[in-house]
């Protein structure tokens, strides 16, 4: 059942290509524009959106943050993301031009189920992303795109969050053809280098030997800290989130543009730091200014364990290790940079002797508040 891994979380990493392929298919009608699964409301309510809320928790809520550069890079209407039991309790203002999208591996998690009916009672309109055919949350949302990563097993959500970040991108273009913005024009270009995404998490996949050593040398490190900008901040995040749960570490996730503002203080000479680098096409020279974070960091003994494209040679100086991901356009760069550190916290956790695919004190589905 495990397909010769010797563990689910191990097997469902390397289905990532088929998740990400598989949640693209599909997503054109006959005239080449890009539906979602089930629609409950009119087009007319949706073209009227003037403002996204995204609600979700853990590694879902990650998705969410890439989600809001895509959308509001694409569709140029303003998004924000929120914890789904932070949204709840706050008094969120919403109206009916208010879109919320909830993301979901489970389709079950009640803080982000309370989240969906709260917004809807207040007038606005729902969507869900879901892993989960007839879940719960996508019968309460307006509509529904559903991820097809397949079944989830292990507890910490890998296949699932790929799938979720190439949904998130759907959505921000069907958004945009609704909206008519910039992003509509080029659809076509971005559906074509996602599709290409796939081949290049499975040429990813091949690469993790030195990942693995890296992992296996750090069984006794008691902290490492995350660094990303932009796209990368919440693979960072996710990194960090999967190296706490799978191997029971310290570990924290930042911006990088955030390290000078008090993080910078947590650098001693030994402390390994991930930085996930922006491809060099990145807007706004932000490759340049992650790269002399990375040289700010070095200065102060870190450990820095660099993740950057191929033929990046300007982090080469400043890395400890330099893990490689192929090129890809800058938006689409989670979807190869998080690889490495998911199989780096499988890895750690596994040379730790612990269950991977069954942490301590973490259930699959959280039914309650
Ligand atoms: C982390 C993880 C959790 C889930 C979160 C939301 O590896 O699996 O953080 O992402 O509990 O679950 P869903 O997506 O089912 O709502």
């Known amino acids: 059942e495990k397909g010769g891994y010797a563990t689910f979380m191990e097997k469902e990493i390397h289905e990532q290509p088929h998740a990400v392929a598989d949640t693209l298919l599909g997503r054109t009608d006959e005239d080449g524009r890009l ?12 073209r009227a959106v003037d403002r996204i809320v995204i609600v ?20 140029r209407i303003q998004c924000e993301v929120e914890l789904a039991h932070e949204f709840r ?49 996508p019968r309460e949302s307006d509509a529904v795109l559903y991820t097809h990563a397949g079944p989830e097993i292990a507890v910490a959500s890998t296949k699932a969050f ?8 759907i959505l921000g273009l069907y958004l945009a053809q609704l909206h008519g913005g910039a992003g509509a024009r080029n659809a076509e270009e971005v559906m074509r280098q996602l599709q290409e995404v796939p081949a290049k998490i499975t040429d990813v996949l091949g690469r993790m030997d030195r990942v693995k050593e890296i992992a296996r040398f750090m069984a006794d490190t ?35 543009g955030e390290l ?15 930085v996930v680098v922006p491809s060099p096409s990145s807007p706004h020279n932000l490759h340049d200014k992650v790269v002399s974070n990375i040289q700010e960091i070095r200065a102060r003994g870190a450990r820095t364990l660099v993740i950057a494209e191929d033929g990046d040679e300007a982090v080469v100086p400043f ?30 956790a596994t040379a730790k002797g612990l269950d991977v695919d069954q942490p301590r004190n973490l259930a699959k589905s959280v039914t309650v508040e």
């Open 260 to 274: 000078k503002h008090g993080p910078i203080a947590l650098i001693e000479p030994g402390q390994p730091v991930f």
């Open 222 to 256: 008691r902290s490492v800290l995350f660094l990303g900008r932009h796209v990368g901040f919440p693979v960072a995040m996710e990194g960090a989130l999967k190296l706490k749960e799978l191997a029971y570490i310290h570990a924290e996730g930042f911006a990088a």
């Open 35 to 46: 539906t979602l699964d089930e629609v409950r409301i009119d087009e007319e309510e949706l």
């Open 319 to 348: 890395a400890d290790e330099v893990i490689r991901v192929p090129q890809a356009w800058w938006m689409l760069d989670p979807l190869l940079t998080v690889v490495p550190l998911q199989v780096f916290a499988c890895e750690l």
């Open 162 to 169: 790929l799938a979720q970040i190439t949904a998130c991108y």
């Open 89 to 137: 309790y706050r008094d969120p203002v919403l109206t009916p031009h208010t879109l919320v999208v909830s993301i979901s591996q489970s389709g079950e998690t009640m803080d982000t189920l309370m989240a969906v009916k709260h917004a809807r009672s207040l007038g606005a309109k729902t969507v869900s992303i879901c892993n989960t055919h007839g879940a719960t949350i």
């Open 56 to 75: 979700a928790c853990g590694t879902a809520a990650y998705a969410g943050m890439v989600a809001k550069y895509a959308i509001e890079h694409w569709a």
